[in-house]
């Protein structure tokens, strides 16, 4: 294989593993000058690969659907095949691989003409995993443009609706998508809160790619599970309550961490949190996470909580 050659399929590789690369980027990377780029470009549009190409401080080159699957990938039936099978696999939502998945679709599917595109969502949408409990819908095109981004480190902007109805437009740098309880959660840095948030894929649109890369902050794979699940447990339940705890706010985030999302100050030395869960147990459990020694009061609905007071006064004669 020519040094010509390598180095034309080595920019083919770049070119499909990131959304956008600027040209001087290219150049570093393969070890050639800018005009030389440029050539290996014009080559590989020669093959039928679209290759977009923007000029100015923030352009550079990013490979586009053709019209039909790039040459020496995939035949129609072949790439259609695969497209379904890695829907599929998405939304069995998979404990480990998600995001993986996802890029693959999200790659697969950039490239796809739209005939195809169509017959993929045609038999996607007919062919469902046994066993699968369908979440919320989500947009193929909204997850697979968030994965690529999570990937690839970029700033996006999208319009996001809160569970209460509140339309927003955040700003957010994305750090991972991850599935649970037959949903998707984006995890991204909220560059107007200075936070970290969680956001449900549903609710999200309009996702909008800024072309701007930022440094990923650490965090580590428990706390975003922790953060996740603390996301779901906001969610409106049957067995809601308020734990009104007598500590500061900033006190109550440092003992919770990201289970005091939804925590509110109620004067200078005291915090109102929601809590619930699927019933009475899951209320018992979160107030056991109010730090020894604090007190706290718990307010329920109408009628309060009979059964767990009744449980509570079993398990109090059990230690006694």
């Known amino acids: 294989m020519s040094d010509t050659t390598a180095r034309a399929l080595e920019l083919l590789n770049l070119l499909q593993t990131h959304r956008h690369w600027p040209g001087p980027e290219l150049a570093e ?4 000058t800018e005009r030389t780029v ?11 690969y679209r290759i977009e190409s923007s000029p100015g401080s923030a352009g550079g080159y990013r490979l586009e659907a053709g ?6 990938l995939l035949t129609d039936e072949e790439a259609i ?17 998600a995001e993986t998945t996802l890029t693959a679709l999200a790659k697969l599917e950039r490239v796809l003409p739209s005939p195809l595109r169509r017959r993929v969502n045609a038999l996607a949408d007919a062919v469902l995993p046994a066993g699968i409990q369908a979440g919320a819908a989500v947009s193929s095109e909204v997850i697979g443009e968030l994965a690529l981004a999570c990937r690839d480190h970029e700033r996006v902007r999208f319009a996001y609706t809160a569970a209460s109805g509140a339309a927003t437009r955040r700003r957010v740098d994305p750090h991972a998508l991850v599935p649970a309880d037959r949903h998707w959660y984006l995890l991204a840095w909220d560059l107007d809160r200075a ?15 800024t072309r701007v890369l930022f440094e990923p902050r650490p965090i580590s794979p428990e706390e975003i599970e922790a953060r996740v699940l603390a996301a779901r447990g906001y969610l409106r339940t049957p067995a809601a309550a308020e734990i009104v705890i007598d500590l500061p706010l900033d006190r109550v985030r440092e003992a919770f961490g990201p289970w005091a999302q939804g925590a509110v100050a109620e004067g200078e030395q005291r915090t109102r949190w929601r809590a619930g869960g699927h019933d009475w147990r899951d209320v018992m459990y979160a107030c056991s996470w109010v730090p020894e020694g604090v007190t706290y009061r718990v307010e329920f609905g109408a009628g309060g909580p009979d059964e767990m007071r009744e449980a509570l006064e079993r398990m109090l004669a059990a230690v006694s």
């Open 29 to 32: 990377r393969l070890r050639v």
């Open 38 to 48: 440029r050539r290996d470009v014009e080559r590989l549009r020669e093959l039928g």
């Open 67 to 72: 019209a039909a699957v790039p040459p020496l």
């Open 81 to 97: 095949a695969m497209a379904i099978g890695l829907r599929i696999a998405a939304s069995g939502r998979l404990v480990s691989g």
């Open 195 to 209: 936070d970290w948030r969680t956001f449900r894929v549903d609710r999200l649109e309009r996702v909008e790619h």
